[in-house]
């Protein structure tokens, strides 16, 4: 160690009784949107548990046990149990000057000696001697005390609050104030019972937390978790959110059961019920049986929509005329909160139903003329353009089902729901409710006497809006379904409209998860990237008449792939390397490469196929990392030259097993093809251990490596099995 330097060495004192304690944190403030309650309260504590581990408050094995966090309209809620009043005591070990430099010949502290020990602020009589590997040196031992928790808490919890993200966030106090979500009005934060004395935008923490808005009171002094819930809770405040969850659902049940009806299943509604109410209850109301005369779909969606109600079936499925509604109250003993609902829920029935009657005053087809003063987006033109795109899209794909023997495929119809497909866009009940858009076209469809298919194909052609939404029901609607999406997605592409990172405005990545969905649920014949080029060619016929190039339809097939790995390897179950070697073979055909990905999933594992794939791709890394381009120029084997018995009997077991192989494959019977490959396995492994590759002999080397590539090609249409991460594969220079 060079003379003058110093070295610094920490270590923990040994663990000793410091007491712990439990923290209460709220933060207060006007109704946060129902919606991003859940999110921020999970945000919250992966702060805080970051922050506690980091300041040693919390052991990080046992911080998840430790801290919990909730959150209700008005206020998000951390509890951390067994936190450390203080941190743990650090020694701290600092290596000054060697013996030699740091004394003198009779003993003596010298200059450096006497310069370290004014440096690190202690007395020469603290200075101790370490025997090194490099000798002796200079050390002193300096003992940090560890923070007091409430001390780290004044600076971790504010900036906790600041650290939550939100999508939309507000100032108050201030333009130069903090930002958050709503106004805080309030904030609690205890430490063993003991006020933690923070701040953020002006508000002083204190022990005090706020009732319900309206039953309870306004200042309610808390001393710990527990005395905070049972407070809040005499105050009419339920702060955890399953227990809000497990009223409103016990509720549901019990106001509907005796009726021999159930609520709607509706698990988005009841997500939003939970976070909208502090004291949640149930009450049930009624409307006028006359309106049950409109379409469920549309009396089921101003309940939920608009008035957050769960709509109330009878036990065949039929809506019966009553609804459930929530309310931030703990009863309703005169129903005058019920008689307001219903009188509300009225008046929107009796809007719908204007919209009913007054659009269908009009054929649908003859809503048509007015998408073209809708924008679709602004350099793909209008709505009318992407429908003229849509109808071409949706023939096409029907012409190439009904040529591959799917009878059922109709050019006709899927043209004439194409057509209609985007209609609803402007009509009144749309406009009122964009969220039926595709359902009221369909309705009305349905209602003016077009055909039951093309109705279906028009109501579903939004379908699949997740993974776990259903596809269209039949293949007119899969046909206007494929062509929507696809025409987004190329377009989009072609004018640089492509998702990054969270922004997709155009939802391009649920459109590819739609198609991907389609075609796999369907078993439909169908090339990725005919279908691309189709839709290419429809945007340069059709306005806005874009041309699409390679490199774009490149882009479109590497993201529609993408979303295929993601449903088969999360949705499946296949492995990542199962996907990956059947699509290097191949992903054009999706259906198809499933049907080799579950082949090869059954049986990577069997006696001969894994020792194989690792000869695979010991093959791969000879021919790309040890050959060199003069060694490929040989096409073909030549027989005369396979000089070794090991070597001929590769050649003459890879032609009769290929030969065979391939049989099975064009009959699409890749679990046997691939079963008879692995019988190529002894062949593989004598040849590497008798032949070397990469020998001097320029024509046999050639030879050899003509052999390994001809193997490589042949064997691997089903898969590549160099792809997959056989345990035992090698990476050689034979």
Known sequence: MPSGRTQKRTSVKAPTSIPRAELLFEIGCEEIPAGMIARAAQELKEILSKQLVANCLVDESTIQQSIETFGAPRRLTAVVRNLRLKQEDVTREITGPPKSVAYDASGQPTRAAISFAEKQGVPISKLSLVNTPKGEYLVVKQTIPGKPAAEILEKVLPEAIHEIAWPRSMYWAGAQSPRFVRPIRWIVALLGGKVIPCSFAEVQAGRTTDGHRFLGKRVIPVASAADYEAKLRKNFVLCRPEVRRK??????????SHKGLHPHEDAVLLDL??????????????????????????????????????AIESRTGELAPHFLAVINLPRDPKGLVRAGHERVLRARFADARFFWETDQRCPLGDYLPKLSAVTYERRLGSYGDKVERMRGLARWLAEQWFSSGIASADVAGSDRAAELAKCDLVTEMVREFPELQGVVGGLYASAQGEAEEIASAVYDHYKPLGLDDPIPRN???????????????????????????????????????????????????????????????????????????????????????ERARYILRERRGFAYDEINAAFAAGADDLVDAVERIASLKAIRNTKNFAPLAASFKRIRNILEKSAGKADKVQANVRPELLREAPELQLYTAAQRIGEEASHRKREKKYKQALEKISELRPAV????????????????????????????????TIADFSELGAEDAHETSN
């Open 685 to 716: 492994d004598h040849f590497f251990d008798k032949v070397l590759v990469m020998v001097d002999d320029e024509e046999i080397r050639r030879n050899r490596v003509a052999l390994l590539g001809g193997l490589l090609k042949q064997f691997s």
């Open 475 to 561: 293949l007119t609607g899969c046909a206007v379904a494929l062509a929507d999406k696809l025409d987004s997605i190329v377009a989009c592409f072609a004018v640089g409209a492509i998702p990054t990172g969270s922004s997709d405005p155009f939802a391009l990545r649920r459109a590819a998860l739609g198609i991907v969905k389609i075609i796999l649920e369907k078993k439909l014949p169908f090339s990725l990237s005919a279908a691309i080029s189709a839709a290419a060619i429809s945007l340069r016929e059709h306005a806005p008449k874009i041309e699409v190039t390679p490199e774009v339809e490149r882009q479109v097939l590497e993201f529609l792939l």
């Open 273 to 310: 019920v939970t976070y909208l109410n502090e004291y949640p209850t149930v009450i049930l109301g009624s409307f006028d049986p006359a309106f049950l005369e409109l379409p469920e779909e549309i009396l089921i969606t101003v309940m939920r929509g608009h008035q957050k109600y769960f």
């Open 247 to 256: 009223k409103i659902e016990a509720e549901l049940r019990s106001l509907t």
